[in-house]
């Protein structure tokens, strides 16, 4: 999909506030109402906009402890790596779970009330698995920067 500056500019914003109204959001990228509410709706049509949700504060819901967890299967086979990934899916700690290029299998983020909660989490739930091999935890100390806004750059207008 070919991006306009507009079209930055609209995405830019909705990742800032997704609850501006389209009138608000007309008037801050420089556009009528209805076209800017049309190049929103094609962006949800496209799939371009997954969904709108809210954004919450992990600390102030008692989940102080991020873990960044990489894991080494047993074996690797397209069985198992699927297996392991529909299993990872299920577990409410882990909230992102990425495949790895390079020595690592999958890198897990995982997020904890505390790290009694993270130690029962990977003794009785994660580890119980046979699938994994190795299991290392780097514990997150200080937060310098956790965003879900994109940089995005415009094509041309």
């Known amino acids: ?84 990934e529909r299993t990872v899916e299920s577990y409410p700690e882990v909230v992102e779970c990425y495949t790895m290029a390079g020595i690592w299998d999958y890198m897990l983020k995982i997020v904890c009330r505390d790290i009694r909660h993270y130690e029962d989490f990977v003794r009785n739930t994660l580890s119980a698995s046979d699938a994994i091999r190795e299991l290392h935890s780097h514990i997150a100390v200080t937060e310098i920067k956790n965003t879900t806004e994109l940089p995005l750059v415009a094509e041309s207008e």
Do not use: Y
């Open 1 to 84: 999909m070919k991006m306009q500056k507009s079209d930055m500019k609209i995405l830019a914003a909705l990742q800032h506030d997704a609850d501006i109204s389209t009138s608000d959001l007309a008037a801050k990228v420089n556009l009528s109402q209805s076209p800017c509410w049309r190049r929103v709706n094609k962006f949800e049509e496209s799939g371009l906009i997954r969904r709108r949700v809210a954004l919450l504060d992990r600390q102030k819901l008692g989940l102080e402890v991020v873990v960044f967890a990489t894991v080494n299967l047993n074996q690797i086979g397209k069985q198992n790596l699927l297996a392991f």
